[in-house]
């Protein structure tokens, strides 16, 4: 008894001791990102000083690169896989572009990202370009607003070409729109995304190993960190949303979302190389997420289902007629708040994480104020660090309502039939 | 106006077509492989486990259940072996007591019938010893008649006289 006594006291020491660690080791990490950040938004133009632009250096450090910045000066080549109708396909690394000096099969980078010439007369193949300019273009729209449009150039021969963003499929309504190419290619946030993935797979790999190793003993190593967040999951998520009978058909649909968005989440949040990709909090992965969810829900939906969505059992006919369109529209927007959710959630994570570091470059007048950006750095730090620590915790309560909410829809769209229902039907 | 323009210059809310294939393609990858080299067979030994868990515990319980049962059985053979003993002991001396009982009554009626045989066989002595006198008396008689007899052939007072004497002798005896 008292050996069990001087044990359980022990663990609850250690743990006590391990969380302060964690707690001094995060503290430390955030203010350290700050430091990060900063140096990063250094990285002024050709030597120029401009205008500090808080808007634009978020805009850019949230959005999707064809390179992944490092460090002052230091990239990151990532491969890129470009199709345009008409001229076919292009491979080559980015660091061929030579940041925006050199245009391959007519592509140029601009803002870390492959833009194309659409322009006929541009040469094919490799070609030194002066380089991109960026023009603030007036005019008005159908509306007779006037409409400022920042558009960049390439500027080869004293000439300037417009350069095209790649296509996106919003419709054109958000300022996307399909244009003369396409980019595939292995961006940040899709490096980002297979780096989560593999170490997914290889955590995971671990763990089952763990379980085959440790059969009939208790878990080791790894296998007893993931184990609570699994069973957590499974008990409180699955079983609950979807049912006993069903749930262990869907548990590896929920728990890869749940991880995945998780890992991804994670990822972002690390300030340096590897990490700091808003994969999360780019509506395309969301979308996807969101649209996986939707038709394994909608393939699964059973008689009952169907039958609740186009025809509620139990209500009188005329309200059926109002019930029916509404239920049809919440086959949509439940996965697109899905969606919604998940991407605004990380973005404005990332905003303001990116905006307290922001101070420094403001109240430091970009540098020029010793004394500005030290109250920056002492603000933007305290700020960034409470805003990490909040964001670690979104991290896993996101991916946990994207889970629970898929569980939810998927349980709904599989439930049984009750026997009550015939019995409120009159 | 505007927000027309930040929106446009928002890259993040346009969905990009090579994005959304390799989300997909990711996504799927992830899927199929950590659901069939980890999710599943992590659920598998989670739900062995927990179930060898409850086999164990109930198992616990019935032997738990199955040893206090012995217990009360044990006691119970006891007590009963006890109250047998207690039986067998109240038996016994109640047979001993019976045995005692029936060993004074079989000596006294033993007794009884000795003294009984005894007196019988005084009695019997007596009678015989009567009938033994009595055949010598009839013996002395005939003796006497005899002598009588012989004296009868001297005179008839004499005789009578000497009858009645013998008689007499005869009766006082």
């Keep these: ?426 | 106006m505007v927000s027309s323009v930040f929106l446009s210059s928002f890259p993040i809310l346009l969905p990009d077509p090579g994005l959304i294939f390799w989300a997909s393609l990711i996504f799927l990858a992830v899927y199929f492989f950590l659901g069939r080299v980890a999710l599943k067979p992590i659920q598998k030994a989670l739900k062995k486990r927990e179930d060898d868990i409850q086999a164990s515990l109930d198992e616990a319980k019935k032997a738990r259940e199955e040893m206090s049962n012995l217990k009360a059985e044990n006691e119970e053979l006891l007590r009963q072996a006890q109250e047998e003993r207690a039986a067998i002991l109240k038996e016994a001396k109640e047979t001993k007591e019976n045995i005692i009982a029936e060993a004074r009554d079989k000596a006294k009626e033993e007794a009884q019938r000795i003294v009984t045989n005894a007196k019988e066989e005084i009695e019997n002595k007596r009678l015989e010893v009567i009938t033994s006198v009595k055949n010598q008396l009839g013996l002395l008689a005939i003796d006497i008649a005899e002598k009588l007899t012989r004296n009868e052939l001297k005179g008839n007072k004499e005789q009578e006289t000497l009858a009645n004497t013998l008689i007499d002798e005869i009766k006082f005896n």
Excluded at chain 1, 171 to 187: A, H, N, P, R
């Design chain 1, 1 to 426: 008894m008292v050996n069990l006594e001087t044990t359980y006291k022990e663990v609850v020491l250690s743990t006590m001791n391990r969380v302060f660690l964690t707690s001094i080791f995060l503290l430390i990490f955030s203010l350290l990102n700050t430091a990060i950040w900063a140096s990063d938004s250094d990285d002024a133009k050709d030597g120029k000083k401009e205008e500090y632009d808080p808007v634009g250096t978020v805009v850019e450090h949230i959005a999707d690169a064809n390179e992944f910045h490092i460090w002052k000066g230091v990239h990151m080549p990532l491969p890129c896989i470009l199709y345009a109708p008409g001229s076919g396909w292009t491979f080559f690394m980015t660091n061929k572009l030579d940041h925006g000096h050199t245009a391959v099969d007519r592509y140029v980078l601009n803002h870390g990202r492959v833009n194309r010439i659409a322009d006929d007369s541009f040469p094919m193949g490799e070609v030194h370009i002066e380089g991109v300019e960026h023009v603030e273009e007036h005019h008005t729209d159908e509306n007779g607003e006037e409409v400022i449009e920042e558009v960049a150039y390439a500027v080869y021969h004293d000439q300037k070409y417009k350069l095209e963003h790649a296509s996106k499929w919003d419709g054109g309504v958000l300022g996307g729109g399909v244009t003369s190419f396409y980019d595939f290619s292995i961006t940040k946030v899709v490096f980002t995304m297979l780096l989560a993935a593999v170490l997914l797979c290889w955590v995971f790999f671990l763990v089952a190993r763990g379980y085959k190793r440790n059969d009939g003993k208790a878990p080791k190593g790894i296998q007893s960190f993931i184990e609570p967040i699994f069973i957590f999951m499974r008990d409180e998520v699955t079983i609950p949303m979807i049912g006993e009978k069903h749930y262990e058909r869907f548990q590896p649909f929920i728990m890869t979302l749940f991880f995945f968005i998780l890992f991804c989440n994670l990822l972002g949040l690390i300030p340096f190389f590897p990490g700091s990709a808003n994969v999360t909090g780019n509506i395309a992965i969301t979308l996807v997420l969101a649209v996986f969810t939707f038709i394994v829900t909608n393939i699964n939906g059973n008689k009952h289902y169907w039958e609740h969505i186009f025809w509620m059992p139990g209500i009188p006919a005329w309200v059926k007629l109002i019930l029916t369109p509404v239920e049809v529209l919440s086959l949509i927007i439940k996965p697109f708040s899905l969606m919604i959710r998940l991407f605004a959630n990380i973005s404005a994570g990332h905003i303001i994480i990116l905006s307290f570091v922001g101070l420094i470059f403001l109240f430091g007048n970009m540098g020029e104020n010793f004394g500005g950006a030290t109250i920056g750095v002492l603000l933007g730090g305290v700020f960034t660090a409470f805003m990490n620590l909040i964001e670690l915790l979104v991290a896993f309560i996101q991916a946990f309502v994207f889970a629970i909410l898929s569980a939810s829809y998927i349980g709904a769209a599989v439930e049984d039939a009750h026997h009550g229902d015939e019995a409120h039907a009159h």
